[in-house]
């Protein structure tokens, strides 16, 4: 004799008090309808996007964090071989000063420039974060599209 199928059940059922914002273990030995199955299927969806949005935030941080520290490394070690070029040779007096007047204003340019990078950077960074990883679909959509890719 072939096996029964059993009625799908969930595996800790759960009911919502109302008011209490709260679901608790519940005790039944029916099958899950139809609806409680697209809850339970939309909850899993709606738990995956919440995990995936936490993997992309702590990425965007990571990253952001990263050009911020690749800024400053690049401005520092710039900086430092300027200053070396600056201060190699016995030069007259009137050219040290034009040359300390322009190395200035190289460095507040570089630090400009690279401030620039970097916020376009975050904020490219901000904007892909702040793409939703999950859209809700209706049950009707979804058994539409179903049909259509089942037809073809």
């Given at each position: 004799m072939p096996p029964t199928k059993q009625p799908q059940t969930a595996i800790v059922p759960t009911r919502f008090i109302p008011g209490s914002g709260t679901i608790v273990p519940t005790n039944r030995n029916y099958p899950l309808l139809r609806s409680e199955r697209r809850d339970a299927i939309e909850t899993r969806h709606q738990l995956q996007s919440i995990e995936q949005e936490r993997i992309k935030a702590i990425k965007a941080q990571q990253a952001i964090a990263d050009i911020s520290h690749s800024r400053f490394a690049t401005f520092t070690q710039t900086?430092?071989?300027?200053?070396?070029?600056?201060?190699?040779?016995?030069?007259?007096?009137?050219?040290?000063?034009?040359?300390?007047?322009?190395?200035?204003?190289?460095?507040?340019?570089?630090?400009?420039?690279?401030?620039?990078?970097?916020?376009?950077?975050?904020?490219?960074?901000?904007?892909?974060?702040?793409?939703?990883?999950?859209?809700?679909?209706?049950?009707?959509?979804?058994?539409?599209?179903?049909?259509?890719?089942?037809?073809?």
């Open positions: 900086a430092e071989q300027m200053w070396a070029l600056k201060e190699t040779g016995n030069r007259p007096a009137e050219l040290q000063q034009y040359i300390d007047h322009v190395f200035t204003q190289t460095a507040q340019r570089l630090d400009t420039y690279l401030e620039t990078v970097t916020d376009m950077g975050a904020s490219q960074i901000i904007r892909v974060q702040e793409t939703p990883t999950y859209s809700p679909t209706s049950w009707k959509q979804r058994r539409f599209f179903k049909n259509r890719l089942d037809d073809e």
